[in-house]
């Protein structure tokens, strides 16, 4: 019954999403190297083609901008450049502050907004080299203003990394009976050190087959969620008190898996609530455990949620 129901949910999400792309489909369209754009699609690509010729060429002369485009341009182009749409089995996230140095009038310097740049690209090529799986990318990256002082702004990356070849999804079965976290494996005691209720549940969130992705080649307008947690949403995110690590049985991670999509694509307005914001589409979750043994006896899953905007637009060289 919980899988039919699982299987509507899915449906229900296919439709609206499919429906809503329609809705935004622009009929004026341009065309460039035999694919099509629209007039905006072509504006947006020619304001991050300008940026990149800067990053590759220089500036021929000084120019200043506001540090809300600064960070448009940063992030826009990031995503646009360096992310990839290539299905991924499991997420890590990266997070980095940076600073962006202020003018007196409150401007910021393009070559400087290009140099921190670069460093973005190198930190994020150093943090995919430093994992273990051949299998890694960016699947989508958040800039946010951290801090801002009368001397510079502070800036946080929240990156969402993708990683392992993707495993076709597979329902929830009776045999699907888990430790919560901490890749401890099946109540039964196998499968340790190679799966646990997070991960199941964290891949089916991500697998294509649920997260119903339409065509498209780049990303803009990245937001992700605060950490959600049980105490925001009691019953709804694994939470428990026990002296020893739970077992989490499969109607139960059936629930949460249920759950969870609700607070992936429902908005605040909805029922049951969700954390979608209005417009911007889910496109990656990741979900994380606690220590194994925690001295309060607290168990927990926690989750971080990226939305964007999913653009067609030509390739912008590196």
């Known amino acids: 019954m919980?899988?039919?129901?699982?299987?509507?949910?899915?449906i229900s999400f296919a439709v609206l999403l499919l429906a809503s792309c329609s809705k935004e489909t622009n009929t004026n369209r341009d065309i460039t190297n035999d694919q099509q754009y629209t007039t905006e699609e072509m504006a947006l690509w020619n304001k991050l083609n300008n940026?990149?010729?800067k990053i590759k060429y220089g500036l021929k002369s000084e120019e200043f901008i506001s540090p809300d485009s600064a960070i448009w341009y940063l992030e826009a182009l990031l995503n646009v450049q360096h992310a990839t749409d290539t299905s991924f089995d499991?997420?890590?996230?990266?997070?980095?502050n940076y600073?962006?140095?202020?003018?007196?009038?409150?401007?910021?310097?393009?070559?400087?907004?290009?140099?921190v740049y670069n460093i973005l690209v190198g930190d994020l090529k150093d943090q995919l080299a430093s994992l273990e799986s051949e299998y890694k990318f960016l699947i989508i990256a958040d800039l946010q203003r951290s801090m801002l002082?009368?001397?510079?702004?502070?800036?946080?990356?929240?990156?969402?990394?993708?990683?392992?070849?993707?495993?076709?999804?597979?329902?929830?079965?009776?045999?699907?009976?888990?430790?919560?976290g901490n890749m401890l494996g099946?109540?039964?005691?196998?499968?340790?050190?190679?799966?646990?209720?997070?991960?199941?549940?964290?891949?089916?969130?991500n697998n294509p087959e649920i997260a119903l992705p339409f065509p498209h080649n780049a990303w803009i307008n990245p937001y992700v969620s605060d950490i959600l947690t049980s105490a925001q949403f009691p019953g709804r995110i694994f939470y428990e008190i026990a002296s020893s690590t739970p077992c989490i049985e499969y109607d139960e991670?059936?629930?949460?898996?249920?759950?969870?999509?609700?607070?992936i694509y429902n908005t605040s307005t909805q029922s049951p609530l969700g954390v979608r914001p209005e417009g911007l589409y889910f496109r990656t979750l990741d979900l994380w455990t606690n220590n194994p043994n925690p001295s309060d006896n607290i168990y927990w899953h926690k989750y971080l949620i990226w939305y964007g905007t999913p653009v067609n637009i030509p390739p912008v060289e590196d």
């Not at 499991?90 to 980095?96: G, L, M, Q």
């Not at 600073?99 to 140099?115: F, Y």
């Open 99 to 115: 600073q962006l140095q202020k003018n007196t009038d409150g401007t910021v310097s393009m070559s400087h907004v290009v140099d």
């Open 149 to 180: 002082k009368s001397e510079d702004l502070e800036i946080e990356l929240t990156a969402g990394l993708g990683i392992n070849p993707l495993v076709v999804y597979e329902p929830i079965t009776v045999n699907d009976n888990w430790k919560y």
């Open 90 to 96: 499991d997420v890590v996230t990266f997070r980095k």
């Open 51 to 53: 940026f990149n010729q």
């Open 186 to 205: 099946r109540c039964n005691g196998s499968y340790f050190g190679q799966s646990d209720a997070g991960q199941e549940l964290k891949r089916r969130f």
């Open 2 to 10: 919980k899988n039919s129901i699982l299987y509507l949910i899915s």
């Open 253 to 263: 991670l059936e629930t949460y898996l249920i759950q969870g999509h609700y607070l």
